[in-house]
């Protein structure tokens, strides 16, 4: 069964900025990209476990805050040179209300 649950409002979220919530005891870094999009991942690097939450966002990819990885925003993996990857939840907004939810 899906669960949706209400996350933040739009309006609570700069572009290129983030927001960090908890859901369900897992901390989930949202984003919102420069095209208004709004994303959301595990805030923890696969790297370290550095907090995504505090990093630069380029593009549709974050920068971790500790030694640069940069992570894929709508796939969650990556950028080569490394490697891996961390969840990405599944984001709807409904742009009457503004309201973010996430879908578990
Ligand atoms: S902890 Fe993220 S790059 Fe090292």
């Known amino acids: 069964m899906i669960t ?9 979220i700069d572009r290129l900025g983030s927001r960090t919530v908890f859901v369900e005891g897992k901390e989930v870094a949202i984003f919102r990209l420069s095209d208004g999009s709004v994303h959301a ?9 550095g907090k ?11 920068h971790c805050p500790l030694h640069d990885w940069k992570i894929n925003l709508r796939s969650g993996r990556v950028q080569e040179p490394d490697h891996g990857e961390v969840t990405v939840y599944e984001i709807e907004v409904d742009e009457a209300t503004g309201a973010i939810y996430i879908s578990l």
């Open 4 to 12: 949706k649950i209400q996350v933040a409002r739009l309006d609570d």
């Open 41 to 49: 991942i595990e805030n923890r690097c696969p790297h370290k476990g």
């Open 52 to 62: 995504l939450s505090e990093g630069m966002v380029c593009g549709a990819a974050v």
